[in-house]
């Protein structure tokens, strides 16, 4: 019998080197894109117009992922030099860019998916930004397929949290560290509690909590939610986490329905209403998506900001029916919110603000205001 004849797959399973091929644009998660077999590939760390030779490690019929080995000559846009350390980790995906090109790549990205202009994005602060981190023995997963092992940062590499990682040399599995104005530090699930001031308005967050990681921005996105809240209006505030949106809005609103669905964040909002004498924030433990689909004709104002799943479209079918006159989103995932603002077809966009919530990653959190059509 003779020997079986193995398969021969169609594109290459070991790396190759391909030479000197020019960047085209970005992707969505601020990669390089070159033409090659006629198909786009991705590349991490590469400027627009930047030739490189490049390694392909993947190929497939729709295109492939590459890595970039040399470099011609540098844009003027490159604040890392190829290989810095940074870039080992899986949170500073744009840190090669200069401050100014991360700016101008988030607008252009925002403008791009909606087609239309917006505000200037906001900045603040690039280092040191996070109020959480969650951390994998003792340090972190790099990005890509294996993950087998965790990376203890050194002070060049890490810069978003300070952190004595020296600490948590030993801990094993994962450990979450919230520091607010008070710090806390526990495995996923303890019941430990963070104390935080913000706009005037005190809040207790649980350290497995939903709570904004940058506390600068989330006080700018909020302020302008605030200044968007009709005076004695009724507001739905969905997917409310520890109800700082409803909280921070109840000053001005008639009523605040604040849903969430995950227990913890229930808890927490159920407390940071009685911690701020709030009588006119009620906390609802439910799902948002069928909460609204179920009291859809009550509500003035209706305040999204979800998971980076978005909303269904039996809500936005829902939103659609209803009286409701404004709807403000906020979301850290631009893909589903246009998706899901294309469904709220009886509204119209007023306000697009983006956000730099995520400074030295391609992520953006975005705010989009939306008026009843006439």
Request: hydrophobic share 35%; with cysteine; proline share 3%.
């Amino acid at each position: 019998m003779g020997r079986r004849q193995r398969n021969r797959r169609k594109f290459p399973r070991r790396y190759c080197t391909i030479d000197f091929y020019k960047c085209i644009g970005y992707n969505s998660k601020a990669q390089g894109i070159v033409k090659f077999h006629g198909k786009n590939f991705n590349v991490d760390e590469l400027l627009k117009g930047e030739e490189a030779r490049l390694i392909v490690y993947y190929e497939d019929e729709k295109g492939g992922e590459a890595r970039a080995c040399q470099i011609k000559e540098e844009s003027k846009d490159r604040k890392l030099p190829l290989g810095h350390p940074k870039m080992s980790l899986g949170s500073y995906q744009t840190a090669h860019m200069t401050d100014e090109a991360q700016d101008q790549w988030k607008q252009d990205m925002v403008e791009r998916l909606f087609n239309r202009k917006a505000l200037p994005i906001k900045v603040g602060q690039r280092t040191n930004y996070r109020n959480k981190v969650v951390l994998h023995d003792g340090g972190f997963f790099p990005p890509g397929r294996g993950r087998r092992f965790s990376i203890k940062p050194t002070p060049d590499q890490w810069d978003l949290m300070e952190i004595d990682f020296d600490k948590y040399q030993d801990t094993k599995g994962d450990i979450i560290i919230r520091r607010l104005d008070t710090e806390i530090s526990g495995k996923p699930g303890e019941q430990l509690f963070a104390e935080h001031t913000m706009l005037g308005k005190k809040f207790s967050v649980n350290l497995n909590s939903f709570y904004q990681v940058n506390n600068e921005m989330a006080e700018l996105a909020y302020k302008e939610i605030i200044d968007e809240v009709p005076e004695n209006s009724i507001v739905y505030d969905l997917f409310g986490g520890a109800a700082t949106i409803g909280i921070h809005v109840a000053d001005k609103a008639k009523k605040v329905y604040s849903v969430e669905i995950n227990k913890d964040s229930h808890n927490d909002a159920k407390k940071n209403i009685a911690l701020n004498n709030i009588d006119n924030v009620e906390a609802i433990m439910g799902d948002a998506n069928e909460w609204v689909r179920n009291n859809d004709k009550n509500a003035d104002v209706v305040i999204f900001d979800p998971a980076r799943s978005g909303i269904s479209e039996d809500s936005a079918n829902a939103i659609n029916k209803s009286g409701v006159e404004k709807i403000i989103y906020l979301s850290c995932n631009i893909e589903t919110q246009i998706r899901d603002v294309k469904r709220l077809t009886n509204y119209e966009i007023v306000k697009i603000q983006p956000y730099d919530f995520f400074p030295q990653t391609y992520h953006v959190e975005n705010l989009v205001v939306l008026t009843k059509r006439v």
